[in-house]
């Protein structure tokens, strides 16, 4: 993959090599991704990120990690207070602001858009998020974290727990984990929100071993890697079932201590609201608050290779 | 004019001479408005960019302008979170910021309210729109983009086409366009949305000639410049009527390639809605979307010239 | 005091050289402050200015004191646009963005949540403002504005008119002037409205002279610093007798200049709504707005210290 003046709209784009170039540069951006070191590779260089969706942190993410390379950051949030609600098209309204700009970051709630900014801005795009679509930089940083919690992602067993229909990091991040060799993937879910078919069928054909189970403690007894979601009650018709099924998909220490391995290293993309207690957080394992730190040196690295950054003052 | 520490509030303020030294000034500035060259000549200077109406192309327009010279940017959007809607007056408001900040861009719904804020202000103001009123640099972005298309502001045809009346930016670009010579002026408008008839009087106190039409081939037939805007149907108190007018002043490549001169330079403020067509855009003369990325350099050119900085840079 | 990684949560922290060590830094960053002169000692480091209460003068004022250093700001603004409104605990978004930035504002409704970020957060926290509870570095700007413009605290008579149960701002400054030597207080404001008992048990019990009364013209008499508030009229049930009682603490001209003494020193946190008169603004003591700019130093001077930048630029 060509990085300078790409888009990143979908996982799928990333080959392994990819990949590696990637997390290599991540990992060399650590020190300026805490601020340690300093410098301004991205002077007089703007981003505009663009949340025409709320999400707090991934907003945050990306304008700090800008920042931090000396950028400046032009931000703007929620629909109400664009022109998208006087009827403009997108694509209007992203060829203008890919006029100002240098690079634009676009959460979107539609599926789809970030791949029709892409189509008509000259700089590179970045998908934060397109509704049921993708949030690729998401499975970056996830994939990142585990081989630097765990110094590789080869020979990794992962399980994913919770929302595997819906869960669209858990998508992103299962495609991604087929890159690697001697990957086994577990899933627990309830019946209703199975990873779907089309990801199954897939993961077959590439010959990935998988298992399914609605036992979240078989579920765990094997993994390297636990991968949380959230199971959202509306996402079922009777109230008292989805209060059970809920209720079986949460991830305490009890659980951990005694089914899972001890080195296990647990994920979650948060916000984990009652399926992530809290009592797991002291655990070595508890990944996740690095796991969303993470979001900076991978981000940093993104703007770098999409810009043609040079490198050579690492 | 002097421009160290003055306002910009209304176009009525410019001369031709003014008007020449913006654009040079911005035209020197094009290879940092697009990043290429870099510069921090407004290194601890901020902007407090305060749009208590939304207006993301505009901010972000005058925010990434403060930018790339350099500098910071503090940005408030909408009235409900400030303390005008605790019942704080806009002059006491701008009295606070303005001993925070070097300069201020203010977009407020309200006539007038830019001319209040720059009297309590010591810091020059910038009005980005004050409701009904006027958005000067709009105008002075608008007149820049002609000069930049045809090489010349003298002796072209302007055709003005869509709602004349409540159009702030019609009303700032005729009046800028007085200032040059060998103009004429075409204005095609539903009766009920003609150019205001004070105007009318001015141009014609001033000699320019101007013809009023409401056959929309007629009105592009001579024109080396078209301006277009949008036409509302809630201006119109009968929905049929409307929606027969509205359509009357749609904007088509068929009327162009048929109609108007091989070089017609294509305007329009944008947002559009339904009133220039798509398949307009890749006409040569489709010069809009240029027209609003030079926002970048003029208000560049308007932070220097307000904050008396260096130009020796360039 | 040592400075360096604390939080400002609350004002009782801070001892009378806690206060002189801020106050001289302040001083020193005056020009840069102003933008007189430039410094970029925050060069690569970023402040995560979370404003989950709206608080525009505020909000840009922190922003503005980063951004004067060389710093970059991510900003957010309202409940709605956080994971806080899909049901995140506070400690969970401060661990996820204190892992972004390397010093937080916080201004959140309730009390008590400054202390909770502070905790689980391992870089500095600011209390912006918790609710109900205190807004330290408006406290120090009021303390630093008082000196400023008398040169010396010690010997000061200071009046606090209007709201002194529930203006937060009063129960701060009243706390911050008991470390400073001949300081005497009157207390103005209905009797519904007294500063609240333990308050007053606490100036008596550190042997500082207060008076009360509910005269507006006794209170002012003998006042060097008059420090006024608004009184709201929600707080009063009788509407009649609302409009008397805020009626009855309205300063203005006319109560100065025949009831003050000459040199008095006007403060106000604002906004005001109809308890300062306009008309005093330009009385020379009038030093509300200068006190609300004094509050670009006084957090430069906070940001430096809890950062442990190197002063020796100055």
């Known amino acids: 993959m060509e990085f300078k003046g790409a888009d990143i709209i979908t996982v799928k784009d990333f080959e392994r090599p990819d990949l590696e170039r990637i997390f290599a540069l991540a990992h060399a951006l650590e020190p300026y991704a805490c601020g340690e070191k300093q410098s301004d590779v991205l002077k007089g260089k703007v981003l505009g990120n663009l949340f025409f969706e709320a999400s707090t942190r991934t907003r945050l993410s990306f304008g700090t990690a800008f920042l931090r390379l000396g950028g400046g950051v032009e931000t703007t949030v929620g629909v109400q207070f664009s022109s998208l609600s006087k009827g403009e098209t997108l694509g209007d309204t992203i060829t203008v602001i890919d006029g100002y700009v240098d690079v634009i970051v676009l959460r979107h709630p539609e599926l789809g858009s970030a791949r029709v900014a892409a189509d008509v801005a000259k700089h590179p795009v970045i998908n934060g998020g397109d509704g049921p679509g993708e949030h690729p930089s998401q499975a970056l940083l996830d994939l990142y974290t585990i081989e630097k919690e765990r110094g590789r992602i080869d020979d990794s067993h992962v399980t994913f727990v919770g929302d595997l229909r819906y869960g669209r ?109 809290e009592d797991v957080d002291d655990l070595p394992g508890a990944a996740y608050f690095r796991q969303a730190h993470n979001g900076i040196p991978v981000r940093m690295a993104l703007f770098c290779l999409l810009m043609g950054v040079d490198s050579s003052f690492l």
């Open 169 to 277: 990091t858990v998508h992103s991040l299962v495609e991604l984990l087929t890159r690697y060799d001697g990957i086994h993937i577990s899933l627990a879910s309830p019946e209703s929100l199975r990873l779907p078919r089309a990801m199954r069928k897939s993961l077959e054909n590439k010959g990935i071993p998988f298992t399914e189970t609605n036992d979240l403690k078989q579920a765990v007894k094997d993994a390297d890697v636990l991968y949380c979601t959230r199971v959202q009650r509306e996402r079922f018709e009777d109230p008292t079932e989805a209060a059970r099924l809920v209720g079986a998909y949460v991830v305490d220490r009890e659980l951990l201590v005694n089914h899972a391995k001890d080195d296990l290293t647990i994920l979650h993309p948060l916000p984990r609201h009652g399926d992530l207690s």
